[in-house]
Each structure stands twice: as C-alpha cells, then as structure tokens.
C-alpha cells in the first residue's frame, strides 16, 4: 500500500511553454503533499508544500507565480511549469503524507518526473 | 530545522554490514529520525523510521542512542543492488520540514 504515482514520468518542451505534472496517491489520502526539485547529483530541494483545499506554502526562493501547484483533492496534486525555460529542467518529484495530525508518519514519493526544457 | 551530517561515501563488498551514521545534534522533542533511500532517476524510498533505541524491519535496523543526536542506520548482508544514495532526516511530520541534506552515497562492489 502507499502508492504514490505522478504522470508523465518523463516530459520535453519548448521554452516559453507550460508543463503539468501530476501527483496521486493510489491507495491513501494525503491531506499534504510536497513538491521537490533534484538537479544532477544534488539533493532534493523542498519547493513547496500543498494541502488539500488551500493554497499552497512556498520555500524561499521558489517563485510561486512560475510553479503552479494546485491541490484540489485528497488524492491529487499538480505542479505546473509556466512559461518554461531552459533552467527549469530538472527532475521534480511529489510526496504524500498518509494520515492528518499524527506525530509519527512516512513520507512516500512518487517516481519523479523528468522535465527537458529545449 | 534539524541539520543532519552524513558521510559523503561509503564502500562496501557484498554480503557485509554496512553501518551509516547519521548526526543531528539540534533534534527537537518531536522529531522523528526517518532514513531513504534513492536510486537515480527515482523517487526516494522509505526505510525505517524510529523515535528512540531501536527498530528493526525486514530490511534495515535503526539505533538510536538515549540522547537521539545521533542515528545509525544498519543494512545486513548489502548486495550490489543496495547501491544507492541513502538519507537521513528528522522532522516530526507533516508541516514540510523535511530537509534533504547531501545523503551518503553507498557502493557495493562483488
């Protein structure tokens, strides 16, 4: 159990277009999600945290008018690249906190997402 | 927010134990320790989590000592299919303040 998916696995645009992702949680509800960016060797990087019904809560330095995140079901988040660029590419990945208010929890991630801005 | 320090790498040869420690000197009350693990070009996979002294699964062991500013995450037998980028992190749950550090980077050679 504890499934988290995203589609598509794995994306290539233009620059200037935009790009959305998709996050579910097959077999839970996860009244949080969380969206990370990895670059090429590097860690993941927090972007923001999205709950269900409410707008979503940026990181410092994470422009909120470029990714777009939108959290309009317990089982579904969707981050959305706008007005893409070259820098944008990197590999985005979504979790699911499974449960609301609990002290002790798991985190489980979707298989990321490949962005390629051309 | 609890940093976390991790060796960069470790080397290992199949079929050792493979012990990776983890340090987090400023962990909260309400922190939970939670170790990942991450293959390229996937989504980081849980572990183990614990609290305090021990846990154990049927991959992996988790000590904790009494004062909990330090983790070891303990792998039996690695095989080469445990290569990967292993994290350690505290937080105490949902309210997004999980920080990824650099994570300790694990080869297993035959």
């Known amino acids: 159990g504890a499934v988290v998916s995203q589609h598509p696995s794995w994306v290539i645009c233009k620059s200037g277009t935009s790009v959305k992702i998709e996050c579910r949680s097959l077999d839970f509800q996860a009244t949080t999600m969380f969206w990370y960016r990895q670059f090429p060797k590097q860690s993941l990087m927090l972007m923001a945290t999205s709950n269900e019904g409410s707008k979503a809560t940026y990181e410092q330095g994470v422009e909120k008018d470029k990714f777009l995140i939108n959290h309009a079901s317990l089982t579904l988040s969707t981050l959305t690249v706008t007005s893409a660029h070259p820098e944008d590419s990197s590999f985005y990945i979504c979790?699911?906190?499974?449960?609301?208010?609990?002290?002790?929890?798991?985190?489980?991630f979707g298989p990321g997402t490949r962005l390629t801005v051309t | 927010l609890a940093k976390t320090t991790q060796p960069i790498s470790m080397d290992s040869y199949e079929g050792q134990e493979v012990n990776i420690t983890c340090s987090h000197n400023n962990i909260a009350t309400n922190d939970y320790i939670t170790w990942y693990q991450q293959f390229p070009s996937q989504g980081p996979r849980f572990i183990i989590q614990?609290?305090?002294t021990k846990v154990t699964n049927e991959v992996a062991s988790l000590f904790i000592p009494a004062d909990r500013k330090s983790s070891t995450l303990s792998l039996p037998r690695v095989s080469l299919s445990d290569t990967a980028v292993y994290y350690c992190?505290?937080?105490?749950?949902?309210?997004?303040?999980?920080?990824f550090g650099k994570g300790t980077k694990l080869s297993v050679k035959p």
């Open positions: 992190l505290v937080g105490d749950g949902g309210q997004g303040n999980l920080i």
């Open positions: 979790s699911a906190v499974q449960g609301a208010g609990v002290r002790s929890y798991e985190q489980y």
């Open positions: 614990g609290y305090k």
